[in-house]
C-alpha cells in the first residue's frame, strides 16, 4: 500500500457522526452567515471585502469542496457566537470532512486554472484548524501536538501551491499577494525578537539537533522582521505565517519535547495570544500550548519560558 501524499489532512478528518446535522436551512443560515458577518472577521477585512464577500461565494459556488469549506468556517464562527448550539460545531466538522476529500481529489491535479480555488480552501481550513477548538462549547483545550499538526498542514498546501504564485497573482485573487506598506514595530514582536535573539543552543547537545535548533531560530527572527516590512498587520501575519519559517526537522524535535524547540514555540505562543484577542479563531491557544510546554519540557529548561508566561500574563492584565 503506497504511502498517503498528503497526510498533513488527515488530522482534520473527524469520524462521521451517525446522523447529517446540516440541513439544506442549515446550509442557507450558513451561507447567509458567511457573507454578513464571519467575511468581516477573516485576515485582512478591511482590504479585503471583495474577496472575501464576493469572489469566494461566487468561486465557492463553481466547485462543491470549496463551498463546504466556506460553510465550515461559517459553522464554527456560529459556533463560537452561540455555545448554546453544539450542533454547530457538528455542522462545522461534518462540511470540513466533505471539504477535505474534496481537496484531496483536487491537489493532485492543479492547474493554473484551478489553483485560486484551492489556494482559497486551504486557506480557510487553515482557519479553521485553529477554529475548532475556539467554540466555548468545546470544553477541550489545544496541545502542542495540535499546533504541530496545524503547521504541517499549513507548510504541506504552501508546498503544493508555491509553483502557482504567478498564476494567483495574476487572478482575481490578486490583492491578497499585494504587499502593504510598513506599520511602526509591534512592540511584542519587537521583543519577541529579542528574546528568540537571546536563546542560546550549548554545545552539549548533539551537533544535528543544535543546528537545526540555531537555523529555526535564526530563520524565525528574519521570517518576523519581513512580515514588519510588507504589512500593516504584522501580528496577524506572523501569528497565521511563522510556521513556514520551521522546516519539518524543527517539527520532528517539537514532537520529541526537545527543549529548545519547546522554548521556541513557547515564544510564538505570545503572539498567539496576543492575536487571539481580536480573532476569534485565533483565540484560545496560545496559553493552553503554553501551559502544555510547561508540563512537557525538562524541569531545567523552564528558564526559557520566563518571558512568554510573563507576557502572555501581562497581556491578561491589560485586557482585564
Known amino acids: 500500500m503506497s504511502p498517503d501524499p498528503y497526510p498533513y489532512f488527515a488530522k482534520f478528518v473527524t469520524g462521521q457522526e451517525p446522523v447529517e446535522k446540516s440541513t439544506w436551512l442549515t446550509d442557507l443560515e450558513l451561507m447567509h452567515h458567511y457573507t454578513f458577518s464571519t467575511y468581516l472577521t477573516l485576515p485582512r477585512a478591511n482590504e479585503l471585502q471583495q474577496v472575501w464577500q464576493v469572489e469566494v461565494p461566487k468561486l465557492a459556488l463553481a466547485h462543491v469542496f470549496l463551498l463546504h469549506q466556506v460553510l465550515s468556517v461559517s459553522a464554527h464562527h456560529l459556533a463560537y457566537l452561540h455555545p448554546d ?40 481550513l487553515y482557519i479553521c484548524a485553529f477554529a475548532s477548538f475556539s467554540a466555548p462549547s468545546r470544553g477541550e483545550q489545544p496541545r502542542i501536538d495540535d499546533l504541530v499538526d496545524v503547521f504541517l498542514l499549513v507548510q504541506g498546501m504552501s508546498d503544493i501551491l508555491n509553483s502557482y504564485n504567478d498564476a494567483l497573482k495574476a487572478s482575481k485573487l490578486s490583492i491578497l499577494f499585494m504587499r502593504g506598506d510598513a506599520t511602526e514595530p509591534s512592540p511584542i514582536l519587537s521583543a519577541m525578537v529579542e528574546r528568540l535573539r537571546q536563546i542560546e543552543v550549548p554545545n552539549t547537545f548533539d551537533p544535528e539537533s543544535a543546528d537545526i535548533c540555531r ?86 529548561w523552564k528558564c526559557l519560558l520566563e518571558w512568554p508566561l510573563a507576557a502572555i500574563e501581562a497581556n491578561m492584565g491589560q485586557m482585564a
Open 85 to 124: 448550539r453544539p450542533t454547530l460545531s457538528i455542522c462545522a466538522s461534518q462540511h470540513q470532512n466533505k471539504a477535505v476529500v474534496g481537496l484531496r481529489t483536487a491537489v493532485p491535479t492543479i492547474t493554473e486554472e484551478n489553483c485560486p480555488e484551492i489556494f482559497v480552501a486551504s486557506s480557510l
Open 215 to 300: 537555523e529555526s531560530i535564526l530563520s524565525s527572527v528574519n521570517w518576523i522582521e519581513n512580515c514588519v516590512t510588507t504589512t500593516r498587520m504584522p501580528d496577524l501575519r506572523v501569528a497565521m505565517s511563522w510556521s513556514l519559517s520551521l522546516n519539518t526537522d524543527f517539527m520532528d524535535l517539537v514532537r520529541r519535547h526537545h527543549p529548545i524547540a519547546l522554548g521556541v514555540i513557547g515564544h510564538y505562543c505570545v503572539i498567539l495570544h496576543h492575536t487571539g484577542q481580536d480573532h476569534w479563531f485565533l483565540r484560545g491557544w496560545g496559553k493552553p500550548i503554553l501551559s502544555d510546554i510547561m508540563e512537557k519540557i525538562d524541569p531545567e
